[in-house]
């Protein structure tokens, strides 16, 4: 049986579109799951639109994703020399032809086009040129491109994977360029004469690319040379029904990861953004999707783009991390609030629970890093049971309990405290809420009492304690 080969064929630009993520993962799943080869082509021919660093993101995003590609990296800009012949030979063969026009002429057919309300395009002035008058021509120095000469009449017809049987007009093709006027290939050229010289079997792109087919096919067929396997993306939108693009505001993959998404449930969401293993199976290593990958799951239907769905996972992926491996990615979130001055271990356990992305990290514990300002009135709590009076004794209760202890604090704080409030016949809240708030200042806070307690440690602690009562005290007082 022949190898699947898939090619991954990025264009430079500078940040990693979640569309051409989806492209490259599902030609990587595709290539794997079918044993075959996954083949990393640069398209960098159009030098006017390269972006520095660009070829940074390409690779950073394979890495990390852990997409290894077999092949490559292929740089079209480094194989210049290998296009222009293939549009000489289709010139020979009828199927193309030298163009003169110049630069003046076109944009005044543009214009002439536009003002009579039709869609421009090349109107063929160069096609019927005579090929010994085009050559001398050529000879003698005048500036060219190359064009694909489109059939006039009749129709292309192919199947896509997804979409199906697709048929075009041939009136409706131009005569594009294949070769521009300082012998660069186009786009549209390289990458039909790449993909037969790569033995590319599948070809995997958006559904944007359908329109342009036909104009390949008919380039393999004037070769002679055997058509891919076309497997057309559906168009992935926003939540407001709009292509995905950056220039709407909608995030790169760089960007979800400055959110605090993590790779492996950026990936595991985007897997899904087309495709359906046919079951409600929503959780897919990347490994596993390598076995579970299977082309009939592409959809045609246009895939919204969820953020609160993504958002959901990526704290599903949080919370399935070992304990460990949420400390890594945590701490340098922690660090940014707090520096050093704490045992970030303690504080990721407490967190891996109560965060959906990383960047909640940060803004959950200011109040550890100093004393927030706080309002007495949060001592007060209806279902807690608790006012300031209350709040006033729980406090000193606490105090008169753990001051001065030099053991220090008890093992199990929790359950001291839970034992404490029983003895004194308190409810727990009515010791355990006024407490919280007296460490943390806020009406919400990673951890009960005890679990800060332990972060901030016995000398801190109690000092808070002690400013919350003192707090209540002042204003009993006056
Ligand atoms: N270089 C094209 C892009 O980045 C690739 C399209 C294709 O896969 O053929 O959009």
Redesign the pocket.
């Known amino acids: 049986m022949k190898e699947i080969r898939t090619r991954y ?3 430079p ?1 500078g940040y990693m579109h979640i569309g ?1 993520l989806r ?1 490259a993962l599902y030609e990587y799943l595709i290539a794997r799951r079918a044993g075959g080869r996954f083949i990393l082509r640069i ?1 960098d021919t159009d030098q006017e639109r390269l972006v520095e660093d660009s070829l940074e993101v390409i690779f950073n995003t394979l890495k990390l994703v852990g997409m290894h590609y077999d092949e490559g990296p292929y740089y079209q800009s480094q194989r210049l020399d290998l296009y222009a012949p293939f549009a000489e030979e289709l010139v020979e063969k009828g199927q193309a032809y030298y163009c003169f026009c110049t630069k003046e002429r076109l944009d005044a057919l543009k214009a002439s086009q536009e003002a009579a309300g039709e869609f421009p395009h090349y109107d063929g002035c160069c096609r019927t040129l005579p090929l010994n008058e085009a050559k001398s021509r050529v000879q003698a120095g005048e500036a060219y491109v190359i064009r694909q000469k489109m059939p006039r009449d009749g129709v292309t017809v192919f199947d896509d994977v997804v979409y199906g049987q697709i048929s075009v007009e041939n009136r409706e093709l131009e005569d594009q360029i294949l070769l521009k006027s300082d012998g660069f290939p186009t ?1 549209n050229f390289a ?1 039909v004469i790449d993909d037969h010289l790569m033995e590319i079997t599948h ?4 559904s944007e ?1 359908l329109a342009s087919t036909p104009k390949y096919n008919l380039l393999y067929q004037a070769f002679g040379w055997e058509i891919p396997e076309y497997v057309h993306l559906p168009l992935i939108l926003n939540e407001n029904g709009q292509k995905l693009s950056k220039r709407l505001g909608d995030q790169s993959f760089e960007d979800l990861l400055q959110e605090g998404y993590l790779v492996d449930a950026v990936i595991n969401y985007i897997a899904l953004l087309g495709w359906s293993p046919g079951s409600d199976r929503e959780f897919f290593t990347l490994k596993e999707l390598e076995q579970a990958f299977d082309i009939a799951g592409i959809s045609k239907s246009p895939a919204i783009f969820d953020k609160k769905k993504l958002r959901w996972m990526n704290g599903e992926y949080i919370r399935k991390m070992p304990d460990e491996e949420f400390h890594e990615v945590a701490a340098p979130y922690i660090r940014e609030v707090l520096g050093e001055a704490f045992d970030t271990g303690k504080i990721a356990r407490l967190l891996q629970k109560r965060v959906e992305v990383l960047t909640e990290i940060p803004p959950q514990l200011d109040f550890l890093a100093k004393d927030l300002p706080y309002d007495t009135e949060l001592f007060v709590h209806k279902k807690m049971k608790t006012d300031k009076a209350l709040a006033t004794s729980s406090l000193e209760l606490v105090l008169g309990e753990l001051e001065g202890k030099k053991e220090g604090f008890p093992e199990e704080l929790q359950s001291f405290f839970e034992a404490l409030a029983a003895a004194k016949g308190l409810k727990n809240g009515q010791l355990l809420w006024p407490l919280r708030v007296a460490l943390s200042g806020k009406e919400q806070s990673p951890g009960g009492a005890a679990e800060i307690m332990e972060i901030l440690g016995p000398e801190e602690s109690l000092r808070r304690i002690r400013r919350g009562l003192d707090k209540l005290k002042k204003e009993l007082a006056s």
């Open positions: 064929a990025p264009s630009t051409n492209t398209e786009y990458n070809v995997v792109r958006g690319y």
